[in-house]
């Protein structure tokens, strides 16, 4: 087939039957990349054992590298599927993501594995940021929402099944299980992928911005060392945050992230299209993701510390219990999807919002003899929520931009995400130990004991209940984009974009 005709194919609208094998194809993809992004966090202790080692500080570096790689490429997504075609990038991606994880599965001491951890992370990075734009694309005109709704119940089932596999796969097998699973996985995508993802058109793009290069990933991947850094040791109550490497990383995200902005806003063709913050529409859209990020990267974070901790439970009974969350993603996922082609996203931010905001204030009353089904009932508040309004809220974000910056605006979003979710970690984890030392010290206790942890808990959860308000009154401003039809049937926004 000559590639005229190839481009013309791309271009045609697609049907529901004609884009399930690319569909199925970007699912394999994401699922493995997410489902590994949480799965490492339950084996940290067997790895601490498996290499000798005194405390968790340096085989913490399995997760934050990884964090760090992928917040570091994720803004080349856009460009890299503009200049050399969605398709390739994505399989190369998932690729170096599978290769990685073989490579983990070798590794006889913490340093390689952290190496090849990264490896992983420059592959994982790219995935998604590229399959929410290559589904957007490939979806017939009126059935965004259904389709992104069937693609985000990975983006929610993974990180809430990451600890059952893992926790699994640890107390039965072994460590190196949890990235030998990624090998089948990662084959069958790209055979897949190869087989059914069309070679979309590319976008017309200018020599790569160097500046935007350089700086992008170095402000993202700063910003997520800083905050992932720093913190409060609950026990000792030593703060970190003013630990020379949490402030050096800081300060040069933040200087980097300023120049950044600076930059990207004088380029005519910048890596990551800063100027869609002129549509209110998308910012307040992105904001309200932000907020809802928190909310959910907070409690997915704190529960299973508190199961651990506070009740001695194992990895495995942890993630059973996160499980009710996982599948009420998964079966609000599509509904929500369905039903935001036909009214917005709006009515599904509130719905969600409100969900939430009673999840956050059941988890805030949890005390030291609350039982499982206290713990799993806000949980599954909290996954049907977010799968009510996690995809149509991406959905008009992209629908929020002009079309042909597609690819950039899921670069954006996504790397805002890794941001988001290391602060979200990191800032909820300050306040909880915080609270924790002051609770200590006003009942005179010599060692922890289950109330102190629930109390100081439970406050965290209060804070994270403000959070969720906020979400829910700035939900009340989004307003649905106004449609004109582009090239490929779908309906886009076009904010007054200067310099385009």
């Known amino acids: 087939m000559s590639s005229q005709a190839t481009s013309k194919e791309a271009e045609a609208p697609f049907s529901m039957r004609s884009i399930l094998g690319p569909l199925i194809a970007i699912v394999v993809g994401i699922f493995m990349v997410i489902l590994d992004g949480t799965a490492v966090n339950v084996a940290l202790p067997k790895l601490q054992e498996e290499f000798n080692l005194l405390n968790l500080s340096l085989v913490q570096w399995t997760v934050i590298g990884y964090a760090l790689a992928q917040a570091a490429v994720i803004p080349l997504a856009g460009w890299l599927s503009d200049r050399f075609g969605a398709k390739k990038i994505f399989l190369i991606s998932v690729g170096l ?80 299980w949890i990235f030998l699973i990624n090998l089948p996985i990662g084959v069958i995508g790209i055979i897949l992928g190869i087989r059914t993802l069309p070679n979309m058109q590319r976008q017309s793009v200018a020599s790569l911005d160097l500046l935007g290069m350089l700086l992008g990933p170095l402000a993202f991947a700063a910003l997520v060392y800083g905050v ?84 001695g439970y194992s990895p495995l009974k942890t993630g059973l219990i996160m499980l009710p969350q996982a599948l009420a993603s998964g079966l609000f996922m599509p509904i929500g999807g369905k039903l935001s082609d036909r009214f917005g996203a709006r009515p599904l931010v509130i719905a969600g919002m409100v969900l939430t905001t009673i999840s956050a204030l059941l988890l805030s009353n949890i005390s030291g003899d609350s039982g499982v089904g206290t713990v799993m009932l806000p949980l599954t508040l909290l996954g049907a929520g977010m799968g009510l309004f996690m995809m149509p809220l991406n959905n008009h974000l992209i629908q929020s931009a002009p079309q042909n910056l597609v690819g950039r605006v899921t670069s954006l979003t996504n790397a805002a995400q890794q941001v988001m979710m290391s602060f979200a970690i990191a800032i ?29 808990f439970g406050y965290t959860f209060l804070i994270l209940l403000g959070i969720a308000i906020l979400g829910g009154l700035l939900g009340l401003m989004l307003q649905k984009p106004k449609k004109i039809e582009g090239e490929s049937g779908n309906a886009a926004e076009i904010p007054m974009m200067v310099g385009h």
């Open 97 to 176: 993501f599978t290769i990685g994880s073989g490579l983990c599965a070798l590794a006889n001491s913490v340093e390689m594995l952290i190496t090849y951890r990264i490896i992983q992370g420059l592959g994982g990075g790219v995935v998604v940021p590229i399959a929410m734009a290559f589904i957007y694309r490939l979806s017939p005109p009126g059935k965004v929402g259904a389709v992104m709704g069937m693609m985000g119940i990975p983006i929610l089932l993974g990180p809430a099944l990451g600890p059952v596999v893992a926790g699994w796969l640890v107390e039965y097998h072994s460590w190196q």
């Open 428 to 456: 909820l984890m300050t306040i909880f130990s915080t609270k924790f030392k002051d609770l200590m010290v006003e009942s005179g206790a010599q060692k922890p004991d289950v109330g102190l942890y629930a109390s100081a």
């Open 228 to 311: 992932s850094n720093g913190g409060i040791d609950p026990i000792t109550g030593k703060s970190t945050w003013t630990d020379a490497d949490t402030l050096i990383g800081s300060g040069v995200g933040v200087i980097a992230l300023i120049l950044f902005i600076i930059v990207e806003l004088k380029q005519k063709n910048p890596l990551l299209e800063l100027r869609v913050f002129r549509s209110g529409n998308f910012t307040k859209g992105i904001i309200v993701q932000w907020i809802s990020q928190i909310a959910m990267f907070g409690t997915m974070f704190l529960v299973p510390l508190f199961l651990q901790q506070a009740h």
